[in-house]
């Protein structure tokens, strides 16, 4: 959706999330367009869903709009493979360790995978000390990225005294709170750059 047809508070630069009764709602800017991303229940996306989610009264009222183009598309699950390599295979990316959206963190990693592969590939002991050490290295960095992307998942789809809860957490810490939990997930290791 072009940016200028969006209300002001939609324009922001940064990376915006709306939390409600078991659903959130991310948007920010890419170029003169707004990406956005609503998740919520398969239950709750029968016909007319944005009218009854987004009514009249709220700030995401704008978002009830026929020139929008949802595209409906099931969360993969937060999972680590066991093992990362076989003899001369190695796995990366999403076969690795998929993870649902919630931090926006699959394809960072994935080519955090791919530089820390790199690095290794001209290892003195050959491609399978290499692959030992690449898996070795990102299973332990990315296993926790994940874990902290099923647990947002989790926080953000609360509904009813436990998402009451939550949000009056989040107001009490401000955005440090946010900084803090994001800050290993936003770090990248500075030998891979």
């Not at 200028?4 to 991310?26: K, Q, T, Y």
């Not at 229940?41 to 183009?69: K, M």
């Not at 998942?153 to 107001?171: E, Q, T």
């Amino acid at each position: 959706m072009p940016l200028a047809d969006m209300p002001a508070h939609f324009a922001l630069a940064e990376s915006n999330l709306w939390l409600g009764r078991g659903v959130h709602v991310v948007h920010y800017p890419i170029g003169e367009m707004l990406n956005l991303v609503v998740t919520l229940p398969a239950t709750r996306t029968g016909d007319g869903w944005q009218a009854r989610l987004f009514g009249a009264s709220s700030p995401l009222a704008a978002l009830v709009d026929e020139r929008i183009e949802w595209v409906r598309t099931p969360l993969p699950v937060a999972a680590t493979a066991g093992c990362w390599r076989r003899g001369r295979v190695v796995l990366a990316g999403d076969a690795a360790h998929s993870m649902p959206p919630h931090l926006a963190q699959g394809a960072g990693q994935g080519l955090q995978d791919a530089a820390c592969l790199g690095q290794h590939l001209g290892h003195e002991d050959g491609i399978e000390a290499a692959f030992t050490l690449y898996a070795r290295e990102r299973a332990a960095a990315v296993s926790r990225i994940v874990q902290k992307a099923d647990i947002s998942g989790r926080i953000m789809g609360l509904s009813g005294p436990a998402a009451h809860l939550r949000d009056m957490v989040l107001n009490a810490g401000g955005p440090r709170l946010m900084q803090n939990w994001l800050a290993e997930v936003w770090s990248a290791d500075p030998s891979l750059a």
